[in-house]
């Protein structure tokens, strides 16, 4: 089992930056590869970014390529999203999930947190 609880969402102007942070519980986190998935409203849950659990291996959807780093410590039990030159088009609930597997499709992953809110202003 793994529980999972993000933070670290908020309100911005176009062009700045936050940091999410997903605090995870329970002994298989450090073989769970890890994922940030995020869904506007009327619109499907789209993966962001994932990571293995070594933090050696890393993809990211096109849109965040270059904005966004996703990065874990497996010490403190924790991944975080580091979001850089937020774009309105960024807008949506951000939730971190954890999977067996390297794959960006949401339903492959077994554990969920709650999301959190980021909002970007232009």
């Known amino acids: 089992q793994v529980q999972l609880v993000e933070s670290g969402g908020g309100s911005v102007q176009a062009g700045g930056s936050l940091r999410l942070s997903c605090a995870a519980s329970?002994?298989?986190?450090?073989?769970?590869?890890m994922g940030w998935f995020r869904q506007a409203p009327g619109e499907e849950r789209e993966f962001v970014a994932i990571?293995?659990?070594?933090?050696?291996?890393?993809f990211y959807r096109d849109s965040v390529e270059g904005r966004f780093t996703i990065s874990r410590d497996n010490a403190k039990n924790t991944v975080y999203l580091q979001m850089d030159s937020l774009k309105p088009e960024d807008t949506a609930v951000y939730y971190c999930?954890?999977?067996?597997?390297?794959?960006?499709?949401?339903?492959?992953?077994?554990?969920w947190g709650q999301g959190t809110q980021v909002t970007v202003s232009s």
């Open positions: 329970g002994r298989t986190f450090i073989r769970s590869v």
């Open positions: 990571i293995t659990w070594s933090g050696g291996r890393t």
């Open positions: 999930a954890a999977s067996k597997g390297f794959t960006v499709t949401h339903s492959d992953y077994d554990y």
